[in-house]
């Protein structure tokens, strides 16, 4: 169900940005971009979302290419705290909680002191 | 205060029992969702329920059921536990539209001996 390719893992030294990639080729028009990240024993945590336009909150920015096929999620100055399994998800703009949010097997993010 | 709350954290309990896991928003959100985590750490979404309206994964066993008592509860009923059921269960809510992100508990683990 999950339609977006992320890479399994990644390493990230403690206040380097950690730059996360995502494909999302088959992305429909009316789809955004989520991103969430699972920290260890614990449940998923929102971090931000897009359709089309660069967005940056206290947590991350998301950069959506031009022709919206991958984004990449920043997190500009990593902490230890941040080591985290990480999901790209797309999904569309729901009225009616019918479209789910479907994840796939997301980037394991180290970050190394 | 904690936005959406599960209980129990834990749960042990041998095959055949039925039990119930509790979940609580207090988001004002108008849909909630519970999801399963195996033990290879896939996030499968179990049911969405929305204003009275239950979207059921089809892949879901018919053992599992979701009572809605009014919108801020939704719980999980499993009867005739199998081992298999083992996992840790999170319970989610959104906002109705959706494009704003879920809010996830911190999650049950369920243990069947």
């Known amino acids: 169900d999950a339609k977006t390719t992320q890479p399994p893992s990644m390493d990230c030294a403690e206040g380097r940005a950690a730059n996360l990639p995502c494909n999302h080729s088959t992305i429909s028009g009316n789809e955004y971009v989520y991103w969430y990240r699972q920290i260890h024993s614990q449940g998923p945590q929102y971090i931000i979302h897009?359709?089309?336009n660069n967005e940056t909150n206290e947590m991350a920015s998301l950069i959506i290419t031009e022709d919206r096929k991958s984004s990449t999620l920043i997190l500009p100055h990593a902490t230890l705290r941040d080591t985290a399994v990480y999901y790209c998800?797309?999904?569309?703009?729901?009225?009616?909680?019918?479209?789910?949010?479907?994840f796939g097997t997301g980037t394991r993010l180290t970050v190394i002191p | 205060d904690t936005a959406v709350s599960q209980t129990p954290k834990y749960l042990v309990t041998q095959m055949g029992n039925d039990k119930s896991i509790k979940c609580e928003q207090n988001l004002g959100h108008d849909t909630m969702y519970w999801y399963k985590q195996d033990s290879k750490k896939f996030l499968k979404i179990m049911f969405s329920y929305n204003n009275k309206e239950l979207i059921i994964n089809e892949t879901v066993p018919n053992r599992f059921s979701p009572k809605s008592p009014d919108k801020a509860h939704l719980n999980l009923h499993i009867n005739s536990l199998e081992l298999g059921d083992s996992a840790v269960y999170f319970c989610a809510s959104a906002r109705a539209g959706g494009e704003r992100g879920y809010t996830f508990g911190s999650g049950t683990r369920l243990t069947v001996v």
């Open positions: 998800i797309v999904k569309p703009v729901d009225q009616t909680g019918a479209n789910n949010l479907f």
């Open positions: 897009g359709l089309k």
